[in-house]
């Protein structure tokens, strides 16, 4: 198992320093011209999130992105007992944050408030079915007009800037509504589901009957994974969150081990008076 040298996947919203940025990731964020009001800029979003953006008053500066390339070893379980492993949580909590945090200092480095539309991948590698890597892509953008309210910033309170996974239009919505990104927190949980023994599977055979030691395995991976990511938001002193995820993912592990992961993005309040626009009814042209 790699040693992690981050927070443990619990309460504490302090993500670990940044590492530095590449040679070439800062050739990159140079040509983009930080500074300059009219300066050029690389975007993922669609036509119309950009443009949802730019009236929601932030201008994008550019793509920016964070990468960990992580090797997940193996944890022992007992055959027959439902166990977190633990230092496999941690392994896939640590990696996805380091690609996070990276992506996080090139948004700094460009003089961005935040970072909308992040996408956050894993890719297991051909090179090896335990090595993986985690990337973390979104637009930063500077505000460009938005007011941020009584805080004065839109930093978050870790003096970073937000990030969120929202898209163009749900980013639009929010802030329309009174309500801004802080950060995108998240948790993981991963579990090894007892296998049944001979006994037992045999006496459901052909029978249409709970298996209760699975339901409460998977019950109990799934509460840790969104425990945690609530931990982050709480640490935040956000409101709540917002598009939350529970993703389950088997990665290379075998069956009976799972993992849970939650995420979404924490935010808080701009003003007292949530105005929420009605919606209107568009009739499309089309045949």
Not at 10 to 33: C, H, K, S, W
Not at 47 to 66: K, S
Not at 104 to 120: H, I, N
Not at 180 to 201: E, K, T, W
Request: glycine content about 10%; aromatic content about 8%; overall charge negative.
């Amino acid at each position: 198992m790699t040693e992690t040298t981050g927070r443990e996947p619990v309460g504490d919203a302090a993500r670990p320093a940044a590492e530095a940025i590449p040679e070439g990731a800062m050739r990159r964020l140079a040509q983009l011209q930080p500074g300059e009001k009219d300066s050029f800029f690389t975007s993922d979003l669609t036509v119309n999130e950009f443009l949802l953006v730019r009236e929601a008053g932030f201008r994008p500066r550019g793509l920016v992105l964070g990468s960990s390339v992580y090797h997940v070893g193996l944890q022992l379980g007992r055959w027959s007992k439902n166990q977190e492993l633990t230092k496999l949580s941690q392994a896939m909590y640590h990696a996805r944050d380091l690609a996070m945090s990276r992506m996080e200092a090139e948004a700094s480095a460009l003089g961005a408030d935040g970072v909308v539309g992040v996408r956050l991948d894993i890719r297991f590698k051909e090179f090896g079915t335990d090595i993986a890597e985690f990337i973390a892509v979104g637009t930063a953008v500077k505000a460009d007009g938005a007011d941020p309210g009584q805080s004065g910033t839109w930093l978050n309170n870790k003096g970073k800037p937000f990030t969120s996974d929202l898209s163009g239009q749900d980013f639009w919505t929010l802030l329309r509504a009174g309500y801004a990104p802080l950060d995108m927190v998240m948790g993981s949980c991963v579990y090894h589901i007892a296998h049944q023994r001979f006994a037992q599977a045999l006496s459901t055979t052909g029978r249409n009957v709970e298996i209760e030691p699975f339901t409460q395995a998977l019950y109990d991976a799934r509460e840790l994974a969104m425990s945690r990511m609530q931990a982050e938001g709480k640490a935040l002193d956000a409101d709540g969150i917002v598009a939350v995820q529970l993703r389950q993912h088997s990665h290379s592990w075998g069956s009976h081990t799972t993992e849970f992961f939650a995420i979404g993005t924490a935010v808080r309040s701009l003003r007292e008076d949530h105005v929420i626009d009605r919606p209107t009814m568009v009739l499309g042209l089309d045949g």
